[in-house]
């Protein structure tokens, strides 16, 4: 993006901060294809608190948040910007199964990597699902994965990983030991795990590890959610333990989420 089209981009960004739910969406329905486009263009402006990292000194990034945050843009963004700079890249894109990660982080209309790449980028982007495989306009290429199929990620090189709802991988933790053994690509090979919480021990242990770093928010806190959405999922769940871990994005301990389970 030249200089004057990111001015632009900023100028848009600091008019809509004030703005949130419907009053946001309007005022986004309208403008223009190509001046949504150019805001869409400078992530890091528009991102919302929670879907960037404080600073670049991580070697894996938790975004624990509730449904609706926008966890999913914030990994597609990350993904495609490293794509963007590093035309050499092998990705790997892990979900609970191939399904997931298609529909999800690949083709998802407003927040999957097809839809985050930029204007000029798309019709040079090469989507395979017969070969899980989504080539970049850089030349970059990211691979599908499934956690239940552990052995697949035995062998692979990567340089990074996006993992998607980690907190619901049926067998975790092999597939989360054969994806670290393979990240070994480059001079730092990193993760980015975008889920909404679970007390699961493979989720505590990556929370736990030195180079972790944790972002995330609630439902609510994503401002272009309408207000009538918030209003009737808070309605229905606000203050009970469901609410509290897929709205809130609250970790809950064992104990806590077995007593609070159907509440």
């Known amino acids: 993006m030249d200089g004057k089209r990111r001015a632009y981009g900023r100028q848009a960004v600091e008019a809509l901060k004030g703005l949130t739910g419907d009053d946001m969406r309007l005022a986004l329905n309208a403008m223009t294809e190509d ?12 991102a919302h608190e929670g879907q960037l990292p404080e600073d670049d000194r991580w070697r894996i990034w938790v975004l624990l948040a509730g449904r609706g945050f926008g966890k999913t843009r914030a990994g597609a963004e990350w993904v495609s910007a490293f794509a963007r700079a590093h035309p050499e890249a092998a990705i790997a894109l892990v979900a609970a199964n191939p399904e997931e990660a298609r529909t999800v982080m690949i083709e998802s209309r407003r ?8 204007p000029d980028e798309r019709d040079k982007m090469l989507w395979e699902p017969s070969r899980r495989r989504l080539v970049f306009a850089s030349g970059a290429e990211a691979f599908v994965y499934s956690a239940a199929n552990p052995e697949s990620l035995r062998g692979p090189e990567h340089h990074i990983a996006w993992c998607d709802e980690l907190a619901k991988w049926r067998r975790g933790q092999a597939a989360w030991d054969n994806l670290r053994l393979g990240l070994r690509l480059g001079t730092r090979p990193r993760a980015v795990v975008t889920t909404t919480p679970r007390p699961v021990d493979l989720l505590k ?14 439902t609510r806190d994503n401002p272009q959610l309408p207000d009538d959405f918030i209003a009737a999922v808070e309605a229905i769940h606000k203050g009970t333990h469901f609410g509290r871990q897929e709205l809130e994005g ?12 159907g509440r």
Do not use: C
């Open 205 to 218: 242990r990556l929370l736990a590890l030195e180079g972790t770093v944790l972002t995330g928010g609630a």
């Open 111 to 118: 927040s999957g990597l097809l839809a985050v790449a930029r």
């Open 250 to 261: 609250v970790l809950l301990d064992d104990v806590e989420a077995r007593s609070g389970r």
């Open 35 to 46: 001046e949504r486009h150019v805001l869409a263009s400078d992530w890091p402006s528009w």
